[in-house]
């Protein structure tokens, strides 16, 4: 059975730094689009960032230059660095993968930016 799970997630005051990660099993990692969402009470779920399997990032607008996306094939792991929170980026941050029609989807991590 695939998994994505997510780790990193906690309280942070605004403007301090996180950083998740996601560790997937029984999936070809490298092969995999990989991507982290997130979802704010009351709201939809959102796109933050994405990186290819050829290593091409993109990121949400609120988040690009303060979000690093990165990947490393060797360890199956996504990590998503989080610099200068803002209040707003409190959420679930739920990890993605996505290869040839199949998607795969991890619990997710809370997050929350509060003084």
């Known amino acids: 059975q695939v998994q994505l799970v997510e780790s990193g997630g906690g309280l942070v005051q605004p403007g301090g730094s996180l950083r998740l990660s996601c560790v997937a099993s029984?999936?070809?990692?490298?092969?995999?689009?990989m991507a982290w969402y997130r979802q704010a009470p009351g709201n939809q779920r959102e796109f933050v960032a994405g990186?290819?399997?050829?290593?091409?990032?993109n990121y949400f607008d609120s988040v690009q230059g303060r979000f690093t996306i990165s990947r490393d094939n060797a360890k199956n792991t996504l990590y998503l660095q989080m610099n200068n929170l803002k209040p707003e980026g409190t959420a679930v941050y739920s990890c993605?993968?996505?290869?040839?029609?199949?998607?795969?989807w991890g619990e997710g991590a809370q997050v929350t930016v509060s003084s």
């Open positions: 990186i290819a399997s050829s290593g091409g990032t």
């Open positions: 993605y993968a996505g290869h040839q029609g199949r998607t795969y």
């Open positions: 029984r999936i070809i990692f490298s092969d995999y689009t």
